[in-house]
């Protein structure tokens, strides 16, 4: 099976979400023998169609333009057995560069009308292969797809094979959920499988590939929270992923979300302690965190029973959480103090964070 595989997307690497799903799904055809080949058509040459209907009267099929579309991609095109489509979500629907490659497809088609099921049509110069679509986007709500998937299924009709949603993109990188990630990326690779061998994907599949991240209530603030550190620190969202900063909190409130964020259960098995948190300055009260066996609980308020006591200035603690400064150094500073068990803040320390951040 020849795969012609589209990524429209202006970003690469692991920032580029568009590519990282790709990239899953490719794995899981080219196991399966299919000859995949992929184009980043935003490094490409594609004029836009100027409408000048060429290719339907004096050269019909040939368009005017000699660009990157006429040279390589339309040919490719029009030869393989499936396209995938891969775009990220753009105000709601493909972004620019796929829908100039999307106009510039016209030589296919014939310029007389025909009636197709009560709508107006063109007839087809050439058999388009069958089409795969693939798209992320930042929000967390399927909805977000709607419009794109209503033009999508319009235009490509019996030819669509599927539509591969992913919301919540950029957590697609991160170390929030870790499992599930493992879980989407598996489902993922899956369905390039099935697509190889049987140009469909299972609806069990399908459902893990599109399975829920998170939600607006649990994205919306940590998302605000990074963005607002981006902002502070002058950074780019993508120098903030790729230098896994650390969203500096604002609130306790959100001082738990981050911290429940980075805990690693995998590191806290047999660990048992109670640290309580209490907050002098820019932000003032108390919080506690209980981890036992695996798990974290982070409430509010202070704890009868705490192992240990943090006391300090809450600048001076999303400073080192944030990693701008040296807990050691600042303790030996006395930019704050702790009552307790002193060995409880090194424990604390061994399970927060993940292998690769
Ligand atoms: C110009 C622009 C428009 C966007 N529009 C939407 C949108 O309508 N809905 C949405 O959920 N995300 C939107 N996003 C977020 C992207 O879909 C998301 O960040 C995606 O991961 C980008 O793909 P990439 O990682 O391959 O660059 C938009 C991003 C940009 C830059």
Redesign the pocket.
Known sequence: MKVFAINS???TGD??????VLDWLIEGMREEKAEVTVVNIHRKRINYCKGCFVCWTKTPGKCVYKDDMTKELLPAYLESDLCIMAT??????V?AKLKTFIERTLPMAQPFFVLRNGVTSHPLRHEPPPVVVV?????PEMS?FDQLSSYIQFLYRDRLVAEIYR?A??L?AGPMFPKKLDSVREAMIQGGRELAKSMSISPETMTAMMQPLTSFEKMGPMGNLAWQTCIDEGVTMGQFQKRKMVPRPNSIETFMAVMRTGFNAEKAVDVNFTIQFSFSGAVTGDCHMAVANGAIDFREGPVAEAGLIIKTPFDVWMDILTRKADGQQMFMDQKYSVEGDFELLMKMGEVFGRSDS
């Open positions: 997307s202006a970003r920032i580029s979400k568009t590519e990282i990220p979500l753009f105000h709601f629907t972004n798209s992320v986007a930042g929000f977000v919301t993109s950029e697609l």
